[in-house]
């Protein structure tokens, strides 16, 4: 069974920046787009950021665009999401996924696409 670890999360002011990370047990993961969700207390979970499964391709939702940058490494099965000037609205469990189609053109928002999910991890802004 497929695994995702994330870390990377914790507590920051606004301003600062975060490195989230997310490992994949299986190399097969070089082969699948992969994304980035968040859920904030009382809200639905929303997609934060996506790439797809050779990096040609990126998807930002509009609050995070020109601050939040997604990369992998399919060298080392891992994904990233660099956050810069962290806003308090962006506190939410951060949540790595991996898409259910091989090699999809194409990066998707819906989070019922997405096949394996990490654990989460908390990112906490203080304003």
């Known amino acids: 069974q497929v695994q995702l670890v994330e870390s990377g999360g914790g507590l920051v002011q606004t301003g600062a920046s975060l490195r989230l990370s997310c490992v994949s047990s299986?190399?097969?993961?070089?082969?699948?787009?992969v994304g980035w969700f968040r859920q904030a207390p009382g809200k639905e979970r929303e997609f934060v950021a996506g790439i797809t499964w050779n990096g040609g391709t990126t998807k930002y939702v509009d609050s995070v665009k020109g601050r939040f940058t997604i990369s992998r490494d399919n060298a080392k099965n891992t994904m990233y999401l660099q956050m810069n000037s962290l806003k308090f609205e962006d506190k939410a469990v951060y949540y790595c996924?991996?898409?259910?189609?091989?090699?999809?053109?194409?990066?998707?928002?819906?989070?019922?696409?997405?096949?394996?999910w990490g654990q989460g991890t908390q990112v906490t802004v203080s304003s």
């Open positions: 996924a991996v898409d259910s189609y091989h090699r999809r053109s194409v990066v998707v928002v819906a989070g019922s696409l997405y096949a394996t």
């Open positions: 299986e190399r097969t993961f070089r082969n699948y787009a």
